[in-house]
């Protein structure tokens, strides 16, 4: 198992099968807020947050209950997120989480750009939420759990994929 920080995924060479944990800021993303981050990317309007070397996981993740820090936040599968996938891996995305196969554009638009596409354990989500130590809404609050939230993860186990 290997220690990953998100700013040192630019920089890494890991082979398919690693399993890894990651720490670092994360941003959730699905459908909905991928298609106004298209839309924005067209129209030359703001972002939520910097692309560059950001890490994507589609995740929509349930209310928090009091005292908690985020509720049940378990991956989407990909392929929903595959037409803007390498649009966003070749604007600088360092990585995308989910669960589920690629496309084979999403493929080649990851080693294109050294990128990773990590997946998650489905069905855990109760379980995933207890590697995540702060969350904040960020963009599109009008979407629910679809809102783009930026958190924090702490050794959040995934695989490379």
């Known amino acids: 198992m290997h220690?990953?920080?998100?700013?040192e995924l630019p920089s890494l060479k890991l082979p398919t099968g690693t399993h890894i944990l990651l720490s670092g800021?994360?941003?959730t993303a699905r459908d909905a807020a991928h298609k106004r981050i298209a839309d924005s990317i067209k129209t030359g309007e703001p972002l939520p947050f910097d692309l560059k070397g950001a890490v994507?996981?589609?995740?929509?993740?349930?209310?928090?209950?009091?005292?908690?820090?985020?509720?049940?936040?378990?991956?989407t599968t990909a392929t929903r997120m595959d037409k803007f996938a390498p649009m966003l891996y070749?604007?600088?995305?360092?990585?995308?989480?989910?669960?589920?196969?690629?496309?084979?554009e999403v493929t080649e638009a990851a080693k294109r750009?050294?990128?990773?596409?990590?997946?998650?354990?489905?069905?855990?989500?109760?379980?995933?939420?207890?590697y995540i130590t702060s969350m904040e809404v960020?963009?599109?609050?009008d979407l629910g759990c679809e809102s783009v939230k930026k958190l924090t993860f702490e050794n959040f186990p995934l695989i490379v994929s």
Do not use: E, W
Not at 56 to 75: E, L, Q
Not at 119 to 128: F, P, R, S, Y
């Open 56 to 75: 994507i996981y589609y995740a929509g993740p349930t209310a928090t209950k009091p005292g908690a820090v985020i509720g049940s936040c378990g991956p």
């Open 138 to 141: 960020i963009a599109y609050p």
């Open 25 to 27: 800021t994360v941003y």
């Open 90 to 104: 070749d604007m600088g995305v360092a990585a995308t989480i989910g669960k589920g196969i690629r496309s084979p």
């Open 113 to 130: 750009n050294n990128a990773f596409y990590f997946q998650a354990v489905g069905g855990a989500g109760a379980l995933a939420a207890k």
């Open 3 to 7: 220690n990953v920080h998100t700013s």
